[in-house]
């Protein structure tokens, strides 16, 4: 019988040590290293909820833990990248969920509109945040994919690109309400979901809920005056919290455990 050669051992033993060999991580904006640990809700949000509790609580579909500040990637972003974020769209979506009664200009039963805020900033806002649950590899944000659009809303959020260039992307920003639970203290990560039969992705952050529609269909001409990125005046409907799926998904989780 043939006896196997020791021809092949060393090719084995290098492409062993090529496979050891760990991927650099590098911003995937700007190719640029090091990178950072890039938060994907950003951690000032962390920060806004933790505000009356010494911790935040992290619930998932897998467990319950005590968590800081949310959940970070340090493989997506540099310094100077992830604070072209912060600088220009974390900020603002801070201080729009910490001033909503100060700033809320308008409100009946069913709607409120907030006068002065800057729908182009809160639009362009909420993109990045998909865009960094889109391009982790964090397992909680695997819903999120942005697929073919994801390049261009690199652009949209890093190199001022018109949202114009994007109509699929349409932006609906309810606000909670619930006599027994303080929505301004939670928020949920991104996951998709189906809005009326079209594609998108929904998250509660502090107070608001965020309904991210990305999809080549367009609204009923009902939403129209409530789609922030198609609007100069940012309005928005109430959602009474227990009746949201966001909330049922919570308690569901809650219930596992
Ligand atoms: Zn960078």
């Not at 010494?54 to 467990?63: A, G, P």
């Not at 073919?148 to 609906?172: C, K, R, W």
Request: aromatic letters at 8%; glycine letters at 6%; one cysteine or more.
């Amino acid at each position: 019988m043939r006896q196997p050669t020791g021809s092949n051992v060393p090719e084995d033993r290098s492409m062993k040590k090529m496979i050891s060999i760990p991927v650099p991580k590098v911003c995937l904006r700007c190719g640029g290293v090091p990178t950072i640990r890039a938060h994907i809700i950003p951690k000032a949000f962390g920060r806004l909820i933790k505000a009356r509790s010494s911790h935040n609580i992290n619930i998932t579909s897998h467990k319950i833990k005590e968590t800081q500040l949310g959940i970070y990637d340090d493989g997506i972003l540099c310094a100077r990248c992830d604070n072209t974020l912060g600088n220009q769209y974390d900020e603002y979506g801070v201080s729009l969920c910490r001033e909503f009664n100060t700033m809320c200009a308008k409100i009946n039963e069913i709607s409120y509109t907030i006068n002065g805020a800057d729908c182009d900033i809160v639009s362009r806002f909420v993109l990045s945040i998909l865009w960094r649950a889109s391009v982790t590899k964090r397992a909680e944000f695997e819903s999120v994919n942005l697929g073919v659009y994801e390049h261009m809303v690199m652009d949209i959020i890093f190199n001022g690109v018109s949202l114009a260039t994007f109509p699929e992307y349409q932006l609906l920003i309810s606000r909670f309400r619930s006599e027994k639970i303080s929505a301004e203290l939670m928020y949920s990560l991104p996951i998709r979901a189906r809005f009326g039969g079209h594609n998108c992705y929904n998250f509660a952050l502090a107070g608001f809920r965020i309904a991210a529609i990305i999809d080549r269909q367009q609204l009923p001409d009902s939403f129209r005056p409530f789609i922030v990125n198609k609007n100069s005046a940012m309005k928005g409907l109430f959602a009474k919290l227990e009746d949201t799926n966001e909330f049922r998904g919570l308690l569901e989780m809650v219930r596992r455990h």
